[in-house]
């Protein structure tokens, strides 16, 4: 019990982290059971058979006893921490709030004091550990073992010890140890821990399997991809793990609080002795210290210092279970306060998934137009290069020169010729003639010339997510009425994909200095504050000049994803809106908890100062509304299962 409590000081650490005992009688419960029945005896024994010496109640040493099982683990602490400097923290001040009752012949309520405290610490033992559950399970998930492939035989393995491009096999039920390539032609998933999604993924070979994936079916063969410190699992847990240490502003105030709050009740109690001296005609010392010492119990500010960090980590463990990661508990509070979003297109309100749905040719057009085209397109990343390279699988010639113009296209130089493939910006841009007039709304047209001639276009489709209609009605249910799509893409395409999703605002062609310089101009204005969720290279300057920006962490670029301050695991957008409800129901548990701890706590000071309220009340107004607190805290937990 000793070393349990003396990991702990309210107004630092304060974590309750109770660790198992060596022994049985090391064991806190077991010690609170002792030190209850000895209770008894000493409180039925002194009722029945009452006899005192000097004055002094001839139980006085088994009520001695029963403190000392639950009462020495607290002194010692408070002394050492005293001895650190750390003097105002609740073993002070349970410490001098009991000593003081045993001196006033109050040994029952000394005892049942130091024994509920106790008592409380285990329940909020409890509640935490619960709390924490989230993350532990996340924890929990990372594979202990891999079986690479090394001489023809598969040996078992630390993950840490597996380098890239070695070949392992995962069995079936057996999570996926590190992040490679699918070398099988195509296995089924259970991607839950990673993205927080209970559908089973169909993966197909030379696709990215991740690690922490559980394989469902048959015994697959991988390639692995990047070493187990560079994993996507083992950088979401230690984006989780650090997201604690960044403390959201009300955590700050409140620690900052009980450090102030904690030695002014303490001078206030020490007052509360001495001035009725002065003021009371019939002054009774024992009366007065009484009262002092229900004050210092009833002023601990555990309640405050453990609830309403519990209440951000809890947060950070629901999102987490989700697919959604917080970089901290700031930004849970910060998206509360979000009242714009701003959506790219490509990839985080569509598919990103791209296909030729129409080829046009003009009359006399250089007749492998297409194939150089796709040559060029083949040296990008980009879904509507991809596209087009798979509409035309006839092989790729070498690219000799190329180069990618932001928001425009690609231009090169494929068998000595020069290839301009992009939109009507790009063609303008190089004074190409002979474009057609005709639009297609809702699609894509990539336009092509060869040798400064126009040949042909592309007309491909960009299919919209099936929940982003969701994300937009959410989001405006959550009271977020400034909802706006800004993207490369051409103005048609994304003006009639606002007027589907009913945006606000919907502007097309936008390269992306233009994103970045219009998220600003939002940020000028004081009531706006800014989100912006997008996926690729080119929107993480969006998302970094943001008040909060957000990752599509799906297809997202590595580059997205680490400038984001939250995390969506998965391409689906409406856990944008699933987010902001994590992060509001969090900061109003918070409020709850603050709101619950001073009106209780000034209410029994009062009464405690006035005579009215005694060691029971102060017990409650302590550890009870501490642990009431908490467990208010750990309910987040359930509200998002």
Same mark, same amino acid.
């Given at each position: 019990m000793a070393t349990n409590i003396e990991e702990n000081s309210c107004c630092e650490t304060h974590n309750h982290s109770h660790t198992k005992s060596n022994t049985l009688f090391e064991s806190p419960w077991l010690l609170s059971l002792l030190s209850f029945i000895l209770l008894v005896i000493a409180v039925s024994g002194e009722s029945m058979?009452?006899?005192?010496?000097?004055?002094?109640?001839?139980?006085?040493?088994?009520?001695?006893?029963?403190?000392?099982?639950?009462?020495? #683990?607290?002194?010692?602490?408070?002394?050492?921490?005293?001895?650190?400097?750390?003097v105002f923290t609740e073993f002070f001040l349970m410490g001098i709030a009991t000593i003081g009752a045993f001196a006033i012949g109050e040994y029952p309520e000394a005892v049942v004091v130091m024994l509920f405290y106790t008592i409380g610490e285990l329940l909020q033992d409890r509640a935490v550990s619960k709390a924490k559950g989230n993350i532990q399970a996340l924890l929990d998930i990372r594979p202990d073992s891999a079986r690479v492939i090394r001489d023809g035989a598969s040996n078992l393995v630390k993950p840490e010890t597996v380098d890239t491009g070695e070949t392992i096999e995962v069995r079936a039920g057996e999570k996926v140890p590190l992040d490679a390539i699918l070398l099988s032609e195509s296995g089924t998933f259970n991607t839950a821990?990673?993205?927080?999604?209970?559908? #089973?993924?169909?993966?197909?070979?030379?696709?990215?399997?991740?690690?922490?994936?559980?394989?469902?079916?048959?015994?697959? /063969? $991988?390639?692995?991809?990047?070493?187990?410190?560079?994993?996507?699992?083992?950088?979401?847990?230690?984006?989780?793990?650090?997201?604690?240490?960044?403390k959201a502003k009300t955590e700050k105030f409140i620690r900052k609080f009980a450090k102030i709050y904690t030695p002014i009740v303490t001078y206030l109690a020490l007052a509360l002795v001495i001035l009725p001296y002065f003021i009371v005609a019939d002054y009774a010392f024992s009366e007065w210290l009484y009262r002092a010492l229900v004050f210092l119990?009833?002023?601990?500010?555990?309640?405050?210092?453990?609830?309403?960090?519990?209440?951000?980590?809890?947060?950070?463990?629901?999102?987490?279970?989700?697919?959604?990661?917080?970089?901290?508990?700031?930004?849970?509070?910060?998206?509360?306060?979000?009242? /714009?979003?701003?959506?790219?297109?490509?990839?985080?309100? /569509?598919?990103?998934?791209?296909? @030729?749905?129409?080829v046009e040719?003009? #009359?006399?057009?250089?007749?492998?137009?297409?194939?150089?085209?796709?040559?060029?397109?083949?040296?990008?990343?980009?879904?509507?290069?991809?596209?087009?390279?798979?509409? $035309?699988?006839?092989?790729?010639?070498?690219?000799?020169?190329?180069?990618?113009?932001?928001?425009?296209?690609?231009?090169?130089?494929?068998?000595?010729?020069?290839?301009?493939?992009?939109?009507?910006?790009?063609?303008?841009?190089?004074?190409?003639?002979?474009?057609?007039?005709?639009?297609y709304p809702n699609k894509t047209v990539i336009y092509c010339a060869i040798d400064e001639l126009f040949c042909g276009y592309f007309v491909l489709a960009d299919e919209v997510k099936a929940d982003a209609r969701?994300?937009?009605?959410?989001?405006?249910?959550?009271?977020?009425?400034? $909802?706006?799509?800004?993207?490369?893409?051409?103005?048609?395409?994304v003006e009639a994909l606002g007027k589907e999703l009913k945006a606000d605002m919907?502007?097309?062609?936008?390269?992306?200095?233009?994103?970045?310089?219009?998220?600003?101009?939002?940020?000028?204005? #004081?009531?706006?504050?800014?989100a912006f969720v997008g996926d690729g290279i080119n929107d993480a300057p969006s998302i970094a000049a943001a008040d909060v920006?957000?990752?599509?962490?799906?297809?997202?670029?590595?580059?997205?994803?680490?400038?984001?301050?939250?995390?969506?695991?998965?391409?689906?957008?409406?856990?944008?809106?699933?987010?902001?409800?994590?992060?509001?129901?969090?900061?109003?548990? @918070?409020w709850q908890n603050i709101s619950l701890a001073f009106a209780v706590k000034f209410l029994v000071l009062a009464l405690g100062a006035a005579g009215m309220a005694g060691m029971w009340e102060a017990v409650f107004a302590d550890v009870g509304v501490a642990l009431l607190a908490i467990l208010n805290a750990i309910r987040i937990n359930y509200l998002f299962k």
């Open positions: 058979l009452p006899f005192h010496n000097y004055g002094i109640s001839g139980w006085l040493f088994v009520y001695l006893l029963a403190y000392y099982f639950v009462g020495f #683990p607290v002194l010692r602490t408070g002394w050492r921490l005293i001895l650190q400097g750390d821990a990673i993205s927080g999604e209970s559908m #089973p993924a169909e993966i197909n070979k030379g696709e990215e399997v991740l690690a922490g994936m559980v394989n469902i079916q048959d015994l697959i /063969t $991988l390639n692995v991809l990047r070493p187990f410190s560079e994993s996507s699992l083992q950088k979401i847990i230690l984006t989780v793990q650090e997201a604690t240490a960044k119990v009833i002023s601990c500010p555990c309640a405050l210092v453990i609830s309403i960090p519990l209440g951000y980590f809890g947060g950070i463990g629901a999102a987490s279970r989700k697919g959604i990661l917080f970089k901290g508990s700031n930004f849970l509070d910060l998206i509360t306060t979000i009242n /714009t979003v701003v959506f790219d297109k490509t990839g985080t309100l /569509t598919k990103g998934v791209f296909a @030729v749905e129409k040719s003009i #009359p006399n057009a250089d007749p492998e137009w297409q194939h150089l085209a796709a040559s060029l397109e083949s040296n990008t990343n980009h879904p509507i290069g991809k596209a087009i390279v798979k509409h $035309l699988s006839d092989g790729a010639s070498p690219v000799t020169f190329l180069k990618e113009i932001p928001g425009k296209g690609l231009m090169g130089v494929v068998k000595h010729r020069r290839v301009l493939a992009g939109n009507r910006l790009l063609m303008e841009s190089q004074e190409i003639q002979g474009l057609p007039n005709e639009t969701e994300a937009f009605i959410s989001l405006r249910k959550l009271g977020i009425h400034n $909802l706006m799509i800004f993207s490369g893409d051409k103005a048609e395409v919907a502007v097309g062609g936008m390269l992306p200095e233009e994103k970045l310089a219009k998220i600003e101009v939002l940020k000028e204005d #004081p009531i706006k504050v800014v920006g957000i990752g599509m962490g799906g297809m997202g670029s590595d580059l997205a994803i680490e400038t984001a301050d939250v995390i969506i695991q998965t391409d689906h957008p409406s856990k944008v809106a699933l987010a902001f409800r994590i992060g509001k129901a969090t900061k109003r548990i @918070v």
